[in-house]
T-cell receptor, first 114, second 112 residues
């Protein structure tokens, strides 16, 4: 079965600093990969997705992620953190079976210090 | 455009009481539908998914059930709530495996 590991349940950066949120997956076939963001007491919003096109994927709010098959990674980055980026971030991998189920990582809470 | 509605936003229920959470999707037909639960400080746990009317798959054995009486309606139910049912419940819809999910705004359930 496919799985997702997000390294670091909490990440803290200063405003203007680089944001790096790590995600590794396990899959025996090329996966579809997603990053979602969740603000307090809200649903999840899609940031970006990798669906076997370009390995560098650009998303909303200045975020991007690079698919590295050799490292089975899909890390999320943003060059300069903003206070509004403080939220919980989830990496997810699809199960290529009936129902299109997504398997989510445990999440990483991003804090941004002024 | 497609929209997903989930209600109520918050709910406080006593132990042993019944539960009904509703989710509806507009602007599309025959979506895949999902119920997830998010416990405090934990990730998302898939509870149920549905690929069509009256086609429900359960991922985790528990005292919850789901139904899909109409194409774009997905209901999460319980006959008797437990304290451990507390959490944030999220409904989502999707078309295909590479499309990704669109989530509803969630229901915060507190069982007391």
């Amino acid at each position: 079965a496919q799985s997702v590991t997000q390294l670091g349940s909490h990440v803290s950066v200063s405003e203007g600093a680089l944001v790096l949120l790590r995600c590794n997956y396990s899959s025996s076939v090329p996966p579809y990969l997603f990053w979602y963001v969740q603000y307090p007491n809200q649903g999840l919003q899609l940031l970006l997705k990798y669906t076997s096109a370009a390995t560098l994927v650009k998303g909303i709010n200045g975020f991007e992620a690079e698919f590295k098959k050799s490292e089975t990674s899909f890390h999320l980055t943003k060059p300069s953190a903003h206070m509004s980026d403080a939220a919980e971030y989830f990496c997810a991998v699809s199960e290529n079976n009936q129902g299109g189920k997504l398997i989510f990582g445990q999440g990483t809470e991003l804090s941004v210090k002024p | 455009s497609q929209t997903i509605h989930q209600w109520p936003a918050t709910l406080v229920q006593p132990v042993g009481s019944p539960l009904s959470l509703e989710c509806t999707v507009e602007g599309t037909s025959n979506p895949n539908l999902y119920w997830y639960r998010q416990a405090a400080g934990r990730g998302l746990q898939l509870l149920f998914y549905s690929i069509g009317i009256d086609q429900i798959s359960s991922e985790v054995p528990q005292n919850l059930s789901a139904s899909r009486p109409q194409d774009r309606q997905f209901i999460l139910s319980s006959k008797k709530l437990l304290l451990s049912d507390s959490g944030f419940y999220l409904c989502a819809w999707s078309w295909t495996v590479n499309y990704g999910y669109t989530f509803g705004s969630g229901t915060r359930l507190t069982v007391v």
